[in-house]
T-cell receptor
Framework: DAKTTQPTSMDCAEGRAANLPCNHS???????VYWYRQIHSQGPQYIIH???NNETNEMASLIITEDRKSSTLILPHATLRDTAVYYC???????????FGTGTRLLVSP | GAGVSQSPRYKVAKRGQDVALRCDPI?????LFWYQQALGQGPEFLTY????????KSGLPSDRFFAERPEGSVSTLKIQRTQQEDSAVYLC???????????????FGDGTRLSIL
């Protein structure tokens, strides 16, 4: 079973920041938080991952709370092409597989 | 650079036929994974290779499913005597991850959509 809880769906206006929350209250000390997204008819696309520090790359920012029980993925300026299902996944460094939940369906509208 | 390549993109087979799905991982990636994604669901893990060694096959749903990676690069997922419930998208992912550096992300191909009639 997935170790994360995400809202089923969210809406965002084009050009605005999209903030996608994820709850992982049972995360253990050596588990990383990964974010992927899946656009229709494509494979999941890696976005970002982190352990406890906030992370930023060219796609997004990842904010992890100090207690590591939740995180937020931030798309700073959402575009229509960001419409996708976003998956938050926690993974132990000792285990290789990813366990996907149901994700958040983000709809970006004009 | 080239990503993970899967072929064919679409496969239609009659119930009872055998099928073979191919995955070309990113060059130099040690780890390779297969996932199955049913319509409207998230991907589910099938099996994992590190180089040519199949280290985890706990997700394979039955003994009709078989995967191999003989030279530690290209992998093939074979399904024998296909059944209608095998209809799904089969995704392949590769990663630089090894047991020591296992926080490397997985990178996915666009999958093979398998339809069993």
């Amino acid at each position: 079973d997935a170790k994360t809880t995400q809202p089923t769906s969210m809406d965002c206006a084009e050009g605005r920041a999209a903030n996608l929350p994820c709850n992982h209250s049972t995360i253990s000390g050596n588990e990383y938080v990964y974010w992927y997204r899946q656009i229709h008819s494509q494979g999941p696309q890696y976005i970002i991952h982190g352990l406890k520090n906030n992370e930023t790359n060219e796609m997004a920012s990842l904010i992890i709370t100090e207690d590591r029980k939740s995180s937020t993925l931030i798309l700073p300026h959402a575009t229509l092409r960001d419409t996708a299902v976003y998956y938050c996944i926690v993974r132990d460094t000792g285990f290789q597989k990813l366990v996907f939940g149901t994700g958040t369906r983000l709809l970006v509208s004009p | 650079g080239a990503g993970v390549s899967q072929s064919p993109r679409y496969k239609v087979a009659k119930r009872g036929q055998d099928v073979a799905l191919r995955c070309d991982p990113i060059s130099g990636h040690v780890s390779l994974f297969w996932y199955q994604q049913a319509l409207g669901q998230g991907p589910e893990f099938l099996t994992y290779f590190q180089n040519e060694a199949q280290l985890d096959k706990s997700g394979l749903p039955s003994d009709r499913f078989f995967a191999e990676r003989p030279e530690g690069s290209v992998s093939t997922l074979k399904i024998q005597r296909t059944q209608q419930e095998d209809s799904a998208v089969y995704l392949c992912a590769s990663s630089l991850a090894s047991e020591r550096y296992s926080n490397q992300p997985q990178h996915f191909g666009d999958g093979t959509r398998l339809s069993i009639l």
